[in-house]
Antibody, heavy 121, light 109 residues
Framework: QVQLQESGPGLVKPSQTLSLTCTVS??????????WSWIRQSPGKGLEWIGY???????YYNPSLKSRVNISRDVSKSQVSLKLSSVTAADTAVFYC?????????????WGQGTMVTVSS | SYGLTQPPSVSVSPGQTARITCSGD??????AYWYQQKSGQAPVVVIY???ERPSGIPERFSGSSSGTTVALTISGVQAEDEAVYYC????????????FGGGTKLTVL
């Protein structure tokens, strides 16, 4: 059973860098069958795709966030990480890690429970 | 920038049929996906590639596509179907940016 678990600080100060980790179990982050993605949801709002990383470590970002986002991975720990720089209150959100199944659905088929990050001084 | 448009809300009585639409210029060329998000939970995919249903999703959920509009239909709505539903697709640029609709709150009266 594939599980994704997000972790990281729940509070970040304005202008600082938000850093989150997604630990993947039950699937390989080096498999060509999947992308690993970050998606966020501001309080009471909709979903916004941040970006994803593929089996080779190549990344694809939302153009609206590209200048501030970095997604990386640690294969030895089966982790995918997100860094979002120069945060403001507008970056306050629940951040989800999600898997894209490239073989069957090509959908975000497995999601983590999400982690709430508040940007405040 | 490219966007997907959904109605903010749809209300139906139990046993009736709910239809939620999603419009976007690239939908004739790109697949659409539908996600159900219940309060306090992560989204769950209920329809992929316009009209396919993942295993474990009830048969009352179906998807359709016509031109620049796709639709999620829930036949015989049950109280447990009350949730926010999001459509998702990609734009048709080189970057294949993932986009979500604004979400539709389904209320079961």
């Amino acid at each position: 059973q594939v599980q994704l678990q997000e972790s990281g600080p729940g509070l970040v100060k304005p202008s600082q860098t938000l850093s989150l980790t997604c630990t993947v179990s039950g699937a390989s982050i080096t498999s060509a069958d999947f992308y690993w993605s970050w998606i966020r949801q501001s309080p009471g709002k909709g979903l916004e795709w941040i970006g994803y990383i593929n089996h080779s470590g190549n990344t694809y970002y939302n153009p609206s966030l590209k200048s501030r986002v970095n997604i990386s991975r640690d294969v030895s720990k089966s982790q995918v990480s997100l860094k979002l720089s120069s945060v403001t209150a507008a970056d306050t959100a629940v951040f989800y890690c999600a898997r894209v199944d490239l073989v069957t659905t090509i959908a975000f088929d497995v999601w983590g429970q999400g982690t709430m990050v508040t940007v405040s001084s | 920038s490219y966007g997907l448009t959904q109605p903010p809300s749809v209300s139906v009585s139990p046993g009736q049929t709910a239809r939620i639409t999603c419009s976007g210029d690239a939908l004739p060329k790109q697949y659409a996906y539908w996600y159900q998000q219940k309060s306090g939970q992560a989204p769950v995919v209920v329809i992929y590639k316009d009209n396919e249903r993942p295993s474990g999703i009830p048969e009352r959920f179906s998807g359709s596509s016509s031109g620049t509009t796709v639709a999620l239909t829930i036949s015989g709505v049950q109280a447990e179907d009350e949730a926010v539903y999001y459509c998702q697709s990609t734009d048709d640029s080189e970057t294949s940016r993932v986009v979500f609709g604004g979400g539709t709150k389904l209320t079961v009266l």
